[in-house]
């Protein structure tokens, strides 16, 4: 699978929208983007996923470049409860086995009042 | 309500012994994980299920053993030659057979050294 870069660390003021990228350089045509994230101390929460079309469901957005090879996730009015690691992965289509996926060291969102 | 429950949420070893952390789901799923989180750092696969009475070895499988002989049970027995056991313990689910896109995790279990 894909490997994914994502930064470190990430400040968002509560109330604004929260964007965070993911660079995926090396997908290939058949890899879907996920993302997760995981409140301290618990364990990871699916959010969105999406192969080359804008995605969006009642958590976030998920923009996909044209070239497939980087995506930004979007808190649309970001809230203290969305301060978090978030996690972008690639995984082959709805078959793989999540064994081959990698979760890295993610983005830590820090949202301020 | 349908989840994955693991036991205990903190868990305390002394030297040379084996612990046993529970995780137990209702969802019916068929495969099944087991996970170590360091601090600071990403998941590591140790090992998985994808079939009761069937399991493999993850990324970090040594010092771990595991079994699976209830579809809703994958219990993860970290053993005495495990010698730097302190994590963040993560067990997780999902249908199979690509039924559904998502990873469906417990809420962990911290476990420690004395």
């Known amino acids: 699978d894909a490997k994914t870069t994502q930064p470190p660390s990430m400040d968002c003021a509560e109330g604004r929208a929260a964007n965070l990228p993911c660079n995926h350089s090396t997908i290939s045509g058949n890899e879907y983007v996920y993302w997760y994230r995981q409140i301290h101390s618990q364990g990871p929460q699916y959010i969105i996923h999406?192969?080359?079309n804008n995605e969006t469901n009642e958590m976030a957005s998920l923009i996909i470049t044209e070239d497939r090879k980087s995506s930004t996730l979007i808190l649309p009015h970001a809230t203290l409860r969305d301060t978090a690691v978030y996690y972008c992965i690639v995984r082959v289509g709805s078959y793989a086995p999540y064994q081959k996926v990698t979760f890295g060291t993610g983005t830590k969102l820090q949202v301020i009042p | 309500d349908g989840g994955i429950t693991q036991s205990p949420k903190y868990l305390f070893r002394k030297e040379g012994q084996n612990v046993t952390l529970s995780c137990e789901q209702n969802l019916n799923h068929d495969a099944m994980y087991w996970y170590r989180q360091d601090p600071g750092q990403g998941l590591r696969l140790i090992y998985y299920s994808q079939i009761v009475n069937d399991f493999q070895k993850g990324d970090i499988a040594e010092g771990y053993s595991v079994s699976r002989e209830k579809k809703e049970s994958f219990p993860l027995t970290v053993t005495s030659a495990q010698k730097n056991p302190t994590a963040f313990y993560l067990c997780?689910?999902?249908?199979?057979?690509?039924?559904?896109?998502?990873?469906?995790f417990g809420s962990g279990t911290q476990l420690s050294v004395l």
């Open positions: 999406g192969l080359k």
């Open positions: 997780a689910s999902h249908p199979g057979g690509g039924n559904d896109e998502k990873l469906f």
